[in-house]
């Protein structure tokens, strides 16, 4: 099973909305067959491993072991379920259930009625945390949200600035800004309010990492931003959400979502996002967004880069206390990340 996990990851950033799925066939204590699921839309972690079995005659008397449960409904691929059957693999070592409502047990079912002896849970919280992502999207039906920032060490993520003119506080160097960028390549979608847009014009790409850009997310209540803003360019495509009927600004990579101003803002967005099969967001900022994700509870993991520094006054970080209920602690020369437990909040 850990195998199954190893080959599973190498389908990170590939599968999209979809799990990482890895899958191994055993004969007689040997291994005949591997496969993952490679790319969103293509064929699943078990079908790749059955066809890569040379011998299909010693299917009849092996063992199929794979982190996920075997989808058991025609999608955009059939169902693996039908396939375990049809080659009548005895037995089924699963690591985790699928949360997908239309799976979530019915795999396993299928696969029992058959008459194939099917062992489950064998590396479950490894496999969950694999595909935490997943797991948010299914049983939150909302993105998987990272929040991110950069602090000083007394607590502040940059001077008190006017305007874009004075620029912001250096707090990252080469090999932070590095990891950032790959955090970016590994998300869907990546977001900033207005007075980041306005005082720090990010571009909010994929430039030190190899990967797709992220699109970009801003909010823009009142029509603050200029055509020239950076998050316009055409480097990535934008979503922009707004209270104004009609935004004054138009371009082909920019789609423009109205905001109800009653309705709770965070959700709004999160919902939207959701819809458009948008799995994960990265929020970078600034105090107030991310004080207002972090308030509502709609947050599962964050980043935090801590620069060797104090400046005694400033803007300060996100209201974030380090014990955080159900939370994690990781701390290393640079970054203190704290990630919620998969199997107690989203069981």
């Not at 190498?10 to 699921?37: F, L, Q, R, S």
């Not at 999207?137 to 929040?147: D, S």
Request: charged share 25%; with cysteine.
């Amino acid at each position: 099973m850990n195998r199954c996990l190893q080959l599973a990851k190498k389908g990170e950033g590939a599968t999209k909305t979809n799990p990482m799925v890895g899958c191994v066939i055993v004969h007689n204590d040997t291994i005949i067959g591997e496969g993952y699921h490679r790319k969103f839309g293509e064929a699943h972690a078990e079908v790749n491993a059955i066809n890569s079995v040379r011998e299909s005659s010693l299917l009849k008397n092996s063992t199929l072991y794979v982190s996920l449960e075997p989808c058991s409904y025609f999608g955009k691929t059939p169902p693996c379920a039908k396939r375990i059957i049809s080659e009548q693999i005895p037995r089924v070592v699963i690591a985790s259930t699928d949360p997908n409502s239309k799976v979530a047990g019915k795999g396993i079912q299928m696969l029992r009625d058959a008459g194939i002896d099917v062992v489950a849970g064998v590396l479950e919280a490894e496999a969950k945390s694999l595909n935490k992502v997943f797991f948010v999207n299914q049983l939150k039906k909302r993105p998987y949200v990272i929040l991110k920032w950069a602090q000083t060490k007394d607590g502040f993520i940059d001077n008190r600035r006017e305007s874009s003119e004075t620029p912001p506080l250096k707090l990252s160097n080469s090999i932070t800004q590095s990891v950032v960028h790959k955090l970016r390549a590994q998300t869907m979608s990546i977001m900033v309010g207005t007075d980041t847009a306005l005082k720090d014009n990010p571009t909010l790409t994929t430039r030190k990492w190899y990967g797709d850009n992220p699109v970009r997310v801003v909010i823009d209540r009142t029509g603050k931003l200029a055509a020239t803003s950076n998050l316009f360019s055409n480097d990535a495509k934008t979503i922009l959400f707004t209270q104004l009927e009609t935004y004054p600004i138009e371009k082909d990579n920019l789609t423009c979502i109205h905001l109800n101003s009653e309705d709770d803002i965070n959700r709004q967005i999160l919902n939207k996002l959701f819809e458009m099969n948008l799995a994960s967001v990265l929020i970078e900022g600034g105090t107030y967004t991310l004080t207002s994700f972090i308030e509502k509870n709609l947050w599962d993991e964050a980043f935090v880069e801590v620069a060797d520094m104090n400046i005694g006054n400033g803007i300060e970080a996100p209201g974030m206390a380090l014990n955080v209920i159900n939370a994690k602690k990781y701390i290393d020369s640079f970054h203190f990340h704290i990630k919620r437990e998969i199997s107690r909040n989203y069981n």
